[in-house]
């Protein structure tokens, strides 16, 4: 925090009053003041540090969350697309293939479906275009989009992995 600016401002109770000109807290005096007046000032904040920044996020759900804007497909309003995504990185490769597979694939099924026609096209040629179509079901393509992220991230664990055994 900053210091309050003081400037004398007298009353007939306290002849050496002194009044912050940027917060306007006194200081009431009956004794001359000794310079430099020092008093943290209410309104000047601390410049605050920057968070640091966090890790880059690691998992199933960023691999999917990054696959789906590689199709160009946004999250829709009241989806917690990121809060999901989050869940799954938690989850890690071993929840989201076991115990979670089942409720990950339902969730993708039904924000699918709030998707207009234009945008499912427009997925799915970019789903061409980058080789994804051909790991998919065009029938039901949320099973494979889970798969596919669960895959990523599993192969970006194991490079993890061996770049940090050879540095070693």
């Known amino acids: 925090m900053s210091d309050c600016q003081f400037i004398a401002s007298p009353t007939e109770e306290f002849p050496y009053r002194q009044v912050c000109q ?16 020092r008093r943290p000032c209410k309104r000047h ?10 890790k880059p ?8 969350k990054l696959l789906l804007e590689s199709l160009s497909i946004s999250p829709i309003g009241g989806c ?7 869940k799954m990185d ?6 989201c293939r076991g115990e979670h597979y089942q409720e990950i694939v339902d969730r993708f099924r039904a ?16 789903a061409v275009k980058t080789g994804l179509a051909f790991r998919l079901n065009p ?8 798969d596919e992220a669960i895959r990523r991230a ?11 055994a050879i540095s070693r």
């Not at 917060?23 to 007046?37: F, M, S």
């Not at 601390?46 to 966090?54: D, G, Y």
């Not at 924000?111 to 970019?126: D, F, H």
């Not at 029938?139 to 889970?146: E, S």
């Open 22 to 37: 940027v917060c306007g807290h006194p200081w009431n005096l009956t004794t001359p003041p000794v310079p430099p007046l």
């Open 45 to 54: 904040r601390p410049k605050t540090a920057r968070p640091t920044p966090n």
């Open 57 to 64: 996020r690691r998992g199933p759900g960023t691999e999917a």
């Open 80 to 86: 917690d697309c990121e809060g999901f995504a989050r």
């Open 90 to 95: 938690a989850w890690g490769v071993a929840g």
């Open 111 to 126: 924000y699918a479906s709030k998707y207009g026609w234009a945008t499912k096209l427009k997925a799915a040629a970019l």
């Open 139 to 146: 029938l039901d393509p949320a099973p494979g989009i889970v």
């Open 154 to 164: 599993e192969e970006k664990e194991a490079a993890q992995v061996r770049s940090t």
